[in-house]
Each structure stands twice: as C-alpha cells, then as structure tokens.
C-alpha cells in the first residue's frame, strides 16, 4: 500500500531548516514533533498529534509498504531516527519534480503544486507557531494547523499518483529510493580485524 505522510515540527527563529541541514535539524535536542498527517492508499487523510504519533506509526508497520513524501529525506531520517521506523520503500516527489522540471526552477511543494495545477499550499498557517510546542495550542489553532498538514499530504499524493507516477521510469523510483535511505539508514561496513591491528599500532 502507498502510505503519504508530513510532519509538522517545532521551529523557532535559530531552529530552522533555512539555517540548518536536514540532519542537523532533525538530530538537534531541540527537535518536537507536532503533528503527523498520514493518507493511507487514497482514504481521507488523518492528523495525529504528539503522543499519538509514535503508535500510529506503529500501528501502519510501514516497513511493509511504500512510504511517499515531499522531501522523503526529511521525514524519513524523522522516521529512523525517532521512532525507529524503516519503510519497505520510500517515495519522493521532491525528488522527482527535480527530475521532472528545468533545474532553475524551484520545487518546494507549494511551486511545483501550482505549475502542475494542483493549487497551493495553505497560507498563513504556521505563523503563529514559531517558537511554541504543542502544549502552546488552542484547539482552533491545532485545528488550523491539522488542516495545513492534511492539505500538504493531500497535495504530496495527488502529485504522485496522477502527475508524475504514470511518466515516470519505475527504475528511476528504485534510485530514488535508495538515494534516500542511504540519508535515512546509513550503513558502516567495518574491516574490524585491519581496524584493530591499526588500533593496536
């Protein structure tokens, strides 16, 4: 089954990603995520939140199926890093609007939304979440916030589904989903007699 997701996380105005690589970001003792919205194949999308994500994402044993983001190093060094969580393949439309769209132009969910006629992201949304965690919100305002992630899920899967799927190389899919673990699920292969002979000396 495809399985989309975003995360929505805590960020101030020194914790961002517009200051920091994606792994910085997401291994930083700061790091809170917010909410989680998950579409599973093409039923409604839900928004989980806080404690309720760890289960969730459990319960969905997503190393069985294919997981699709905007971003899917992003979410997915989330996934290995937090809860433990290695998807059976991982799907990226970032990823593949680069491959798709002139390398000039942008690919930001909201840019390649529009140019395929999708429409755009919510605006205006998180503004009033910097620098507050989830304990900080109204029930209006995590209603406001649950409506953008589910927007962004939505937007993720139709792209992929209709827009770019049916073009695209199912080998291309296969690097891509190996360029991103390789992010997500680093691997160290040690030569552990040389490495203690070399220790030794």
């Known amino acids: 089954m495809l399985i989309t997701l975003d995360f929505e996380t805590y960020f101030d105005d020194d914790y961002t990603l517009k200051k920091m690589s994606t792994s910085e970001y997401v291994r930083d003792k700061r790091f809170e995520a917010l909410c989680v919205g998950i579409k599973q194949g093409g039923k409604k999308t839900k928004v989980l939140w806080d404690k309720d994500i760890a289960p969730g994402l459990k319960a969905l044993k997503l190393e069985n199926h294919e997981v699709l983001c905007h971003h899917a190093q992003f979410d997915g060094l989330i996934l290995s890093d937090h809860y433990g969580i290695h998807p059976g393949k991982l799907r990226c439309t970032l990823?593949?609007?680069?491959?798709?769209?002139?390398?000039?132009?942008?690919?930001?969910?909201?840019?390649?939304?529009?140019?395929?006629?999708?429409?755009t992201k919510i605006?205006?949304?998180?503004?009033?979440?910097?620098?507050?965690?989830?304990?900080?919100?109204?029930s209006a305002e995590k209603k406001a916030?649950?409506?953008?992630?589910?927007?962004?899920?939505?937007?993720?899967?139709i792209l992929y589904t209709e827009d770019m799927l049916p073009s695209y190389p199912p080998k291309e899919l296969d690097i891509i989903d190996l360029i991103v673990k390789l992010f997500t699920?680093?691997?160290?292969?040690?030569?552990?007699?040389?490495?203690?002979?070399?220790?030794?000396?």
């Open 95 to 119: 990823s593949m609007a680069r491959a798709l769209r002139p390398r000039t132009l942008k690919n930001d969910l909201d840019t390649v939304a529009q140019a395929f006629g999708r429409g």
């Open 123 to 138: 605006k205006g949304a998180l503004d009033k979440a910097k620098g507050r965690h989830v304990s900080d919100f109204s």
């Open 145 to 157: 916030i649950g409506l953008y992630c589910a927007q962004d899920v939505d937007l993720t899967h």
């Open 185 to 201: 699920d680093p691997v160290l292969q040690l030569d552990k007699q040389r490495a203690m002979k070399e220790l030794k000396r």
